[in-house]
Nanobody
């Protein structure tokens, strides 16, 4: 099984920057894709950005040009650098990882893990 732990959330002023981190640990065989999602009060969870093992990225239109996703494959870590933050970015941000992990019998199983979330609040 794989566990994901996010960090880096907090309170920032509009126009400010914040860097989120997510570390995956456990019996990992491979993590093919990692992504960041967010959920604001009263809204559904939405994809913010994701990145595959080759470095290909996708971004929500609302964050293009402001957010940058990156990963360190050796450390099983994904980052989200957020700049020019505005109040609409306020949400709980969740990390997701997809790939494969080893079960108790050494067999490869599909992986789809989520972190507990980290709160980002953009306010003056």
């Amino acid at each position: 099984q794989v566990q994901l732990v996010e960090s880096g959330g907090g309170l920032v002023q509009p126009g400010g920057s914040l860097r989120l981190s997510c570390v995956a640990s456990g019996r990992i065989f491979a993590i093919n894709r990692m992504g960041w999602y967010r959920q604001a009060p009263g809204k559904q969870r939405e994809l913010v950005a994701d990145i595959n093992s080759s470095g290909s990225t996708n971004y929500a239109d609302s964050v293009k040009g402001r957010f940058t996703i990156s990963r360190d494959n050796a450390k099983n870590t994904v980052y989200l650098q957020m700049s020019s933050l505005n109040p609409e970015d306020t949400a709980v941000y969740y990390c997701n990882a997809e790939g494969f992990f080893y079960n108790d019998y050494g067999r490869r199983n599909p992986l789809d893990a989520w972190g507990q979330g980290t709160l980002v609040t953009v306010s003056s």
